[in-house]
């Protein structure tokens, strides 16, 4: 089955400094990759998302950028402000028997410090 | 409404007891899915249903576990004589038709589980 590896596990910036947060997968028929953001308690909301079609989608101080050949992709968060600090998961899904299922990462810690 | 609702929040159960929780998706959404978080973060599948079949069960300790969603009510997940490591928070999420690759995901709050 799939397996998404992300890193790093805990990152630490000051504020208006870019953050970057990592992740691999290993099958090569994923076509869809969320990115989640957890508060602490609170339920995973998604931020951002990309599809095996594109390379690169941004959103505001958010993108995401995917590279099928090396089957990475990665969330860079510019200009960080205290609010983004939070656990971010990647993950990753693809079609056939296993459609609509998320494989996730194991989490990043982002802190943000003002 | 807009909100995928589960019930309850809390659960505490002494081990060995059942455990149910529920979970009603946004009306309209033919997909559910059902996540366990341990404390260390990680997120494992559960199950899946497309409407009230069972779609994809891949990620269900069978024993224990079961899981339903029948017409016009919450789906629900049972866990019969749970154990220690069935602490966890659990989380529904739903989905249009098509599931999360075409129209992603909206996670309910979750059910915090915690067995004594």
């Known amino acids: 089955g799939e397996n998404v590896e992300q890193h790093p596990s805990t990152l630490s910036v000051q504020e208006g400094d870019s953050a970057v947060i990592k992740c691999t997968y290993s099958?090569?028929?994923?076509?869809?990759f969320p990115w989640y953001k957890q508060e602490l308690g609170k339920r995973p909301q998604l931020i951002i998302d990309?599809?095996?079609?594109?390379g690169e989608k941004k959103d505001q101080r958010i993108a995401v950028t995917l590279n099928k050949t090396a089957k990475h992709f990665s969330l860079h968060i510019t200009e960080t402000q205290p609010e983004d600090s939070a656990v971010y998961f990647c993950a990753a899904s693809r079609g056939g028997t296993s459609y609509g299922k998320l494989t996730f990462g194991q989490g990043t810690i982002l802190t943000v410090h003002p | 409404g807009e909100e995928v609702a589960q019930t309850p929040k809390h659960l505490v159960r002494g081990e060995g007891q059942k455990a149910k929780l529920y979970c009603a998706p946004i009306k309209g959404h033919s997909y559910v899915f059902w996540y366990q978080q341990v404390l260390k973060n990680e997120f494992k599948f559960l199950i899946s249903?497309?409407?009230?079949?069972?779609?994809?069960e891949t990620g269900m300790p069978k024993e224990r576990f079961s899981a339903k969603c029948l017409p016009n009510s919450p789906c629900s997940l049972e866990i019969q004589a749970t154990k220690l490591e069935d602490s966890a928070v659990y989380f529904c999420?739903?989905?249009?038709?098509?599931?999360?690759?075409?129209?992603?995901?909206?996670f309910g709050s979750g059910t915090r589980l915690t067995v004594v």
């Open positions: 999420a739903s989905s249009q038709s098509g599931g999360a690759v075409d129209y992603g995901y909206t």
């Open positions: 990309i599809r095996s079609n594109v």
């Open positions: 249903f497309q409407n009230e079949n069972v779609f994809d």
């Open positions: 099958d090569s028929a994923s076509n869809y």
